[in-house]
């Protein structure tokens, strides 16, 4: 069955970008260009037929209307100097569109959107605009901030990325890990934000758990050998296979202990478990491959009373060696409350230091918890109340209300 034009020029645009920025620069310009192209595809296609090279059609497109668009940028200012030296090579006016790069340019293109000079907000923003295909307004609406507000990050990116002076090319043999690793931090990013909102009146935001998926499958298809790419991508799957037992009718949030296992995703935690299988032996190991065997063991669990975790406490062991963060400390003390007793967790929760404080509900939510089940119910409503009270997703808000109501007013 053919594909639709929809879908075809979803796949090629962020490939279309990166050939016309590779070969021009000018991000912001090639952008526009590249759109009109879109356009004039969804337009033309449908009756005159896909082309039979449709991403060289569209390169061309974008390619002679990012000429007209330079050549009037420079006619307003009066720089005809500047116009002389911007006179394109033949190929370029041309482009020859079966050329095909050394590295795929929606890599290249991810990289420059990750280039470690923007803050993460920029990266995420400007990913998921040039190589995601969001719209500002679906961006602006996935994160909760007025339109004009992303509208002036992804601009600070875009001129960031401009007066750094980066060429539009693949990172050098020693820049390449630095700059991968940040890649799959943006895409993990999105994909929490998306999995777990922190705000707002949703628990989940699928539109950007679904995007997470689909640009690190690219990256996964473009870096097949990267164990840290698989195991990111195993991690997204098995996280995202539970999302249809994690809410409630009335959209509340069920905790992991009581969902129902027969609405997990089958598929996707079988494809979770190959990915993720087939990563660990090709070492070395990373956080994203740790995480994923972590999940693995959770969603492979008949149900949560035979969940092995004595394995996922040595998991996150290893985990804290590699990735020692205040989130890892957290979740390892939930690890060990679970495999040695809710005090063993107390105790490390009692350790952290000043300087791993997490500024949002979590710590709260999860002494809470452990003090529940420690059979201290009445400090346990209070640190359910105080953590209710930093929440600032609603569906979280109200899920810790309710156990804290549960409790009973005197902690009985």
Same mark, same amino acid.
Do not use: F, K, Q
């Given at each position: 069955m053919p594909e639709r034009t929809e879908d075809l020029l979803r796949r090629l645009a962020p490939r279309v970008l990166g050939a016309v920025v590779r070969r021009y620069g000018h991000f912001d310009l090639a952008e526009d260009a590249v759109q009109e192209a879109l356009l004039a595809a969804a337009t033309q296609? @449908?009756?005159?037929?896909? @082309?039979?090279?449709p991403r060289g059609w569209l390169i061309t497109?974008?390619?002679r209307r990012l000429t007209d668009l330079l050549r009037a940028e420079t006619a307003r200012r009066r720089r005809e100097d500047t116009v002389a030296r911007r006179v394109l090579p033949d190929e370029w006016l041309a482009p020859a569109a079966d050329r095909s790069p050394a590295t795929d340019d929606t890599l290249v293109l991810l990289f420059l959107c990750c280039h470690p000079?923007?803050?993460p907000a920029g990266q995420i923003a400007l990913t998921l605009r040039a190589v995601g295909g969001l719209t500002t307004a679906e961006i602006a609406r996935a994160f909760l901030v007025p339109e004009a507000t992303m509208t002036r990050r992804i601009s600070r990116a875009k001129r960031t990325i401009a007066d750094s002076g980066v060429p539009f090319t693949p990172p050098a043999p020693g820049d390449h890990a630095a700059r991968l690793d940040a890649v799959l931090h943006v895409l993990y990013l999105i994909f929490t934000e998306g999995y777990a909102s922190t705000a707002g009146p949703r628990l989940a935001r699928t539109e950007l758990t679904a995007e997470a998926i689909r640009l690190t499958r690219i990256v996964h298809r473009l870096l097949p050998a990267d164990a840290e790419v698989s195991g990111l991508l195993a991690l997204m799957l098995l996280t995202d296979a539970r999302r249809p037992a994690r809410t409630g009718p009335d959209g509340d949030l069920v905790p992991m202990a009581e969902q129902d296992r027969g609405r997990w995703d089958a598929a996707a935690i079988a494809e979770g478990v190959a990915l993720v299988s087939a990563a660990l032996p090709r070492g070395p190991t990373g956080r994203y491959q740790v995480q994923a065997a972590i999940a693995a063991v959770h969603d492979e669990a008949p149900s949560a009373a035979e969940t092995d975790w004595p394995q996922i406490l040595a998991l996150y062991e290893v985990l804290l060696r590699i990735d020692d963060t205040p989130v890892v400390r957290l979740n390892h003390a939930v690890a060990v409350a679970m495999a040695r007793g809710p005090r063993a967790g107390l105790a490390l929760l009692d350790k952290l230091? /000043?300087?791993?404080?997490? +500024?949002?509900?979590? @710590?709260?939510?999860?002494? +809470?918890?452990?003090?529940?089940?420690?059979?201290?119910?009445? /400090? +346990?409503?209070?640190?359910?109340?105080?953590?209710?009270?930093?929440a600032q997703s609603l569906p979280h808000q109200r899920f810790l209300y309710e156990r804290a109501a549960r409790l009973g007013a005197d902690g009985q």
């Open positions: 296609w @449908p009756t005159d037929g896909t @082309p039979d090279n497109v974008a390619s000079a923007l803050t230091h /000043a300087e791993d404080h997490i +500024a949002d509900h979590r @710590p709260d939510a999860v002494r +809470a918890h452990l003090l529940e089940m420690a059979g201290d119910t009445a /400090a +346990a409503r209070t640190y359910y109340l105080a953590a209710a009270g930093r």
